[in-house]
């Protein structure tokens, strides 16, 4: 179908998506940015391949199913909350995870075997995260130090063992559908 755009993403496990969304609930009324992300739709980007053709989709989809097929799963952790954008006004509100070679390794098998395939991808380097708004709505600007004063007040590991080719459907809430799905089963 065209005018959707894809992309690879970690899966985050429901209950990771639960303790995001508790967080959320709890703290975002100190936060007003106009629009928040459905926890159904929290995912941690690989990369973005944007309006594709079926015959390319299915090139990546075989490419990244080697990939998944040679990782076994592996733990992430929350770590802090971030913005990108204008320090007093940011596009994006988000929650990044510690450090982690193995994911980073992933990304850049993902990232170079969808370069090969012919895919044009964003050039900026990978930084993990999870968005959980975006576009800040306040009427005084966006404060740096709310980031520790609201930060995760406990640590959260999860488990990775899913790599999702996800397709977005912009009029649709959750706007992001599982287009194939890979087990990380080595």
């Known amino acids: 179908m065209k005018g959707n755009h894809y992309f690879f993403a970690v899966k985050l496990?429901?209950?990771?998506k639960k303790f995001i969304h508790q967080w959320v609930?709890?703290?975002?009324?100190?936060?007003?940015?106009?629009?928040?992300?459905?926890?159904?739709?929290?995912h941690i980007t690989l990369a973005f391949l944007g309006d594709q053709q079926i015959e390319m989709l299915e090139r990546a989809i075989a490419a990244v199913g080697k990939i998944a097929k040679e990782e076994k799963p592996f733990e992430l952790t929350f770590h802090q909350l971030g913005t990108f954008g204008k320090a007093t006004e940011p596009r994006i509100f988000w929650l990044?995870?510690?450090?982690?070679?193995?994911?980073?390794?992933?990304?850049?098998?993902?990232?170079?075997?969808?370069?090969?395939?012919?895919?044009?991808?964003?050039?900026?380097?990978f930084r993990p995260h999870i968005t959980l708004a975006r576009k800040w709505g306040g009427?005084?600007?966006?404060q740096m130090n709310l980031l520790d004063l609201y930060s995760f007040r406990q640590s959260f590991s999860f488990s990775v063992n899913q790599?999702?080719?996800y397709e977005t459907h912009l009029d649709q809430t959750p706007k992001y559908k599982e287009y194939h799905v890979f087990q990380l089963d080595a």
């Open 13 to 16: 496990p429901s209950e990771a």
């Open 25 to 42: 609930m709890t703290n975002k009324e100190h936060f007003p940015f106009k629009r928040w992300v459905h926890p159904e739709d929290y």
């Open 96 to 125: 990044d995870v510690k450090p982690c070679e193995r994911l980073t390794g992933i990304q850049k098998n993902v990232y170079n075997q969808c370069i090969k395939l012919g895919f044009s991808l964003d050039k900026k380097p």
């Open 139 to 142: 009427i005084d600007p966006f």
């Open 163 to 165: 790599i999702v080719l």
